[in-house]
């Protein structure tokens, strides 16, 4: 079994930055890619960026390129999310997700943007 365990959100400005954060563990497991999702109320979640463990390669979707990026700590099991230029239509719960032989979801931490 794995635990995410994430945190980092909270209510901002539009125009100002968060970074959340989302630490993964467990007994023994492997990654094949770290990812952020998102929902907003009345939405289906979507995905906001990835990364494929093995690589360090980071994928966003395109409403957010340009303003988020995401890393990874893998010595510490561990992904970051920095949201810069933040926008109203960014509020959401903010959910990590593990891609491995199993999948993984963290409890969700929430993002408000106030304009």
């Known amino acids: 079994q794995v635990s995410l365990v994430e945190s980092g959100g909270g209510l901002v400005q539009a125009g100002g930055s968060l970074r959340l954060s989302c630490a993964a563990s467990g007994r023994s497991f492997t990654i094949y890619f770290m990812n952020w999702f998102r929902e907003a109320p009345g939405k289906e979640r979507e995905f906001v960026a990835g990364i494929r463990w093995s690589s360090g390669s980071p994928d966003y979707a395109d409403s957010v390129k340009g303003r988020f990026t995401m890393s990874r700590d893998s010595a510490k099991n561990t992904v970051y999310l920095q949201m810069n230029s933040l926008k109203p239509e960014d509020t959401a719960v903010y959910y990590c997700?593990?891609?491995?032989?199993?999948?993984?979801w963290g409890q969700g931490t929430q993002v408000t943007v106030s304009s």
């Open positions: 997700n593990m891609n491995g032989p199993s999948a993984f």
